[in-house]
């Protein structure tokens, strides 16, 4: 048995004892047996939390939710950045450029946080 293996089994059967259901369903990426933790259904041997979904527009609609929070995140990672770079330019062209590109990214997290109401 390799070392991945038998660190899984060791994670399923922590998750088992604490009060986790194997279901009957396999993990789509490596084909392990899914457990259902509380709300979630998580795959031990990828580590990660399984979306079982019964349609594409499902499936959508889930990635959605997952991507939003992370694109939220680069946007004013990105914003917090460019005010770094503004204060310390001088140039009129290159503050204008970087005025535009902010404005560009507020807008971005406008319409995101929009969404998201």
């Keep these: 048995m390799t070392e991945k293996n038998e ?3 060791k ?6 004892r604490r009060g986790a259901t194997m279901l009957a369903l396999s993990c ?3 084909v392990s047996q899914l457990l259902k933790v509380e709300d979630d259904i998580y795959c031990a041997t990828c580590n990660r939390r399984v979306v079982i979904v019964e349609s594409d527009q ?5 990635a959605v939710k997952v991507l939003l929070p ?16 503004l204060e310390s ?7 204008t ?21």
């Design 89 to 95: 330019e001088d140039n009129p062209e290159e503050l």
């Design 58 to 62: 499902e499936a959508e609609a889930e």
């Design 70 to 85: 992370k694109l939220r995140e680069t946007l004013i990672g990105k914003l917090s950045t460019l005010t770094n770079i």
């Design 7 to 9: 660190s899984s089994i």
């Design 28 to 30: 789509p990426h490596c």
């Design 97 to 117: 450029k970087l005025a535009n590109l902010m404005v560009l990214l507020l807008q971005a997290l406008n319409r995101l946080e929009n969404m998201s109401d």
């Design 11 to 16: 994670k399923m059967a922590e998750l088992l």
